[in-house]
């Protein structure tokens, strides 16, 4: 089952629709292949070995071995668990350094490791969003015991110079960590050229249902589980396996592999149509972000003299769907942490919207979308006067 014909879905950061291959994969898992994973008998290594195969799809998305991967329920118990064992694997190291623009997986956590008493270096960025290697590499100390920085940037799309922040690490002798759920299978990653200790994914940023991620953790990196009890994940991840969601994350990195190159230039050409028809349709906006290093499906806007959740409330009454940032910060009405560190002032944070694509997105749709905000925003704008 597809959303209602009326719906027009432009939030694909805040989360994706299942792709039908996905609910197919994993149904059996909900119904008749119920075995739990760890039992001796057939219909439990059944259960088993469709872990094991989800592993190796999820492996084989990122190039890294199948061994290196650690199922979880989600981007932010992975980014948790790889914050967590970084700082458990030296407790002399009391030092960690990340961004101002990260998720809140990463933000609350070095915030409550503040409280603990560990020191955190909060990097900026420019008005691009982008931070400065250089500005890294005179963070990190002999007590660094993390450094953390996300891929891409889930409200502006902005891609980091991750590369370049990794081999600072390697030089410095600090673990790094990678928030990649926005990145992963958007963009080619190749862990096994990368030299790389952590990453976190989530499955439903990518056509998987809520509720199952992934934790990369190198094979050379010494692993201390967040998460205790049974013997499961090879003793990093107690708890029961997920089965079905595991299996639906191992096929949904499965076809992002397989689609990826057409999917993304489909997704390319459907946010360069909105931009520019959006640049010549409405007056005084502007794309937020790193217009060059960016991922191809995200723009972020910003309508001077309008209320981005005023525009929300009459975009949804169209049945159009977007957002005003992160769907974990929703609901807030505080104005953008990532938009303000980028220097663009409370009002106009507060005056811009996300839009996300995905490849289930046409053009029909976006000339729509774009004909509703000119007509909205003129609306907006003549009753501000």
Same mark, same amino acid.
């Given at each position: 089952?597809? %959303?209602?014909?009326?719906? #027009?879905?432009?939030?694909?950061?805040?989360?994706?629709?299942?792709?039908?291959?996905v609910v197919e994969a994993m149904l059996p898992y909900l119904t008749f292949r119920y075995g739990n994973p760890s039992s001796p008998y057939a219909l439990g290594k059944e259960s088993a070995r469709a872990i094991q195969v989800a592993r190796e799809?999820?492996?084989?998305?990122?190039?890294?071995?199948?061994?290196? =991967?650690?199922? *979880?329920?989600?981007?932010?118990? @992975? $980014?948790?668990?790889? =914050?967590? @064992?970084? =700082?458990a694997a030296d407790p002399d190291r009391k030092h960690v350094v990340t961004t101002?623009?990260?998720?809140?997986?990463? %933000?609350?956590?070095?915030?409550?490791?503040?409280?603990?008493?560990?020191? #955190?270096?909060?990097?900026?960025?420019?008005?691009q969003g982008q931070v400065n290697p250089e500005d890294v590499e005179k963070a990190l100390r002999s007590d660094t015991a993390l450094l953390s920085v996300m891929w891409a940037n889930n409200e502006t799309g902005t891609l980091f110079p991750i590369k370049d922040l990794i081999e600072i690490a390697r030089q410095k002798g600090v673990y790094f960590h990678t928030d990649a759920v926005q990145a992963i299978g958007k963009i080619p990653i190749a862990l096994d050229t990368l030299g790389i200790q952590f990453l976190s994914l989530s499955g439903h940023k990518l056509h998987c249902p809520k509720g199952v991620g992934a934790l990369y953790v190198n094979k050379k990196t010494r692993f201390i589980p967040f998460m *205790? !009890?049974?013997?499961?994940?090879?003793?990093?991840?107690?708890? *029961?396996?997920?089965?079905?969601? #595991?299996?639906?994350?191992?096929?949904a990195c499965e076809l992002a592999r397989e689609r990826m190159e057409i999917e993304d230039e489909k997704i390319l050409h459907i946010r360069n149509t909105f931009e520019s028809s959006l640049l010549s349709s409405v007056f005084d906006i502007k794309i937020n972000?790193?217009?060059q290093n960016r991922l191809p499906n995200t723009t972020n806007v910003t309508f001077p003299g309008i209320d981005s959740e005023a525009l929300l409330m009459l975009l949804d009454e169209k049945q159009i769907c977007c957002s005003a940032g992160s769907a974990c910060t929703s609901g807030s009405h505080a104005a953008s942490h990532v938009?303000?560190?980028? !220097?663009?002032?409370?009002?106009?944070?507060?005056?811009?919207?996300?839009?996300s694509f995905s490849h289930l997105n046409t053009e029909t749709e976006i000339q729509h979308v774009v004909e509703? #905000? $000119?007509?909205?925003?003129?609306?907006?704008?003549?009753?501000?006067?």
């Open positions: 089952m597809s %959303l209602p014909p009326s719906v #027009i879905y432009l939030d694909n950061n805040a989360t994706t629709q299942t792709d039908p291959a799809q999820v492996a084989a998305l990122l190039k890294c071995e199948a061994g290196e =991967i650690i199922f *979880t329920s989600s981007g932010t118990e @992975s $980014t948790n668990a790889a =914050i967590m @064992s970084a =700082i101002r623009v990260e998720h809140s997986a990463t %933000l609350k956590t070095c915030e409550m490791l503040a409280k603990r008493g560990y020191e #955190i270096t909060w990097l900026g960025v420019n008005s *205790t !009890g049974g013997s499961q994940e090879n003793n990093r991840r107690g708890g *029961t396996e997920n089965v079905a969601l #595991i299996v639906a994350l191992g096929k972000g790193d217009l938009l303000k560190a980028m !220097g663009i002032s409370d009002a106009q944070a507060r005056a811009s919207l996300r839009f509703q #905000i $000119t007509v909205l925003v003129k609306k907006i704008r003549k009753h501000t006067v």
